[in-house]
């Protein structure tokens, strides 16, 4: 009986020895799993950061080079719109449309 008792403890033993064992694997495991999905999300973000940061940067390029060569003078808004259209065909798809006002929301030009 004292034999029984010994033998089945020590498997007792074994078995929460063996729990132990795979619950720290499993829990390694998806630590290392969270910590790279972790890593790739933020990389993931950050390019995607980096290509508006272009984009917007392309843009204000864009709306710098357009405020030099249109005319500020409502009057002109022909040769402003010949202007524009000069430069559709270097424009980005993205860019349907351009309306430039004046502040007090006089037409300029339009494409």
Same mark, same amino acid.
């Given at each position: ?22 619950? =720290? &694997? %499993? ?7 969270? !910590?790279? !999905? *972790? ?8 390019? &995607? ?9 392309? %843009? ?25 259209? *000069? ?13 430039? %006002? =004046? ?9």
């Amino acid at each position: 009986m004292a034999e029984l008792r010994s033998v089945s403890l020590k498997v007792a033993v074994a078995c929460l020895s063996l729990v132990v064992l795979l619950g =720290t &694997a %499993l829990w390694f495991q998806f630590h290392r799993e969270h !910590t790279a !999905t *972790r890593q790739l999300v933020l990389s993931s973000a950050r390019t &995607a950061a980096a290509r508006i940061d272009a984009h917007l940067a392309d %843009l204000e390029h864009l709306l710098r080079n357009i405020s030099i060569a249109v005319s500020t003078n409502p009057g002109n808004v022909d040769s402003n719109d010949a202007v524009l259209r *000069r430069i559709q065909s270097e424009l980005p798809k993205s860019i349907a449309n351009i309306l430039l %006002l =004046t502040l007090e929301a006089e037409t300029l030009a339009t494409l």
